[in-house]
């Protein structure tokens, strides 16, 4: 199975941001975000334009044999320039337990030594399962939990560093 993560450009935006109401949709079960009036799990524009109008931001695309299957969207985290953070991180389900989310968060930080976030909502206790797991085999075991406060919400916050 060939994974690739490509750079998003900004003709790219839009796709994400079709994608993005499947993100939040998925997210609802754990945020207990209900849908709009209309019906959709979106709140009219969401809140991707950093990523194009940024430097410290960088969004990606991820295709699983030529195919979309998510996205993973980084950026250094706001108020700590040295700290990387997983922004936002989507596998279609259909892609789900096929190890496609490992090799697409293993490219997302390769190319980048240094400190990294990773933030899992309350709750979700697959994502912190998974998560655990991934930075786990990447770094050997060596990083830290906690639950911090982040907006008003509380979150797992996974700590760790990738070795350049």
Known sequence: MTIELAP??????KVIENLWPLYVYDMSEYTGWGP???GRFDDGRPPL???WQRDDHEPYLIRCEGELAGFSMLRRYPGD???????QFFVLRKFKRRRLGREAFRLSVSEK????????????TGALK???KVIGEITNETYS?????EFDA???FIRYEIKG
């Open 81 to 87: 320039a040295g700290l990387w953070d997983i922004g």
């Open 49 to 51: 334009d950093d990523y």
């Open 145 to 149: 939990l906690a639950e911090e406060i």
């Open 130 to 132: 998974f998560w655990r």
């Open 113 to 124: 030594p240094g400190r990294w976030l990773t933030r899992v909502v309350l709750g979700n």
């Open 36 to 38: 709009s009036a209309e």
């Open 154 to 156: 509380k979150m797992h």
């Open 8 to 13: 998003a450009l900004l003709s790219d935006q």
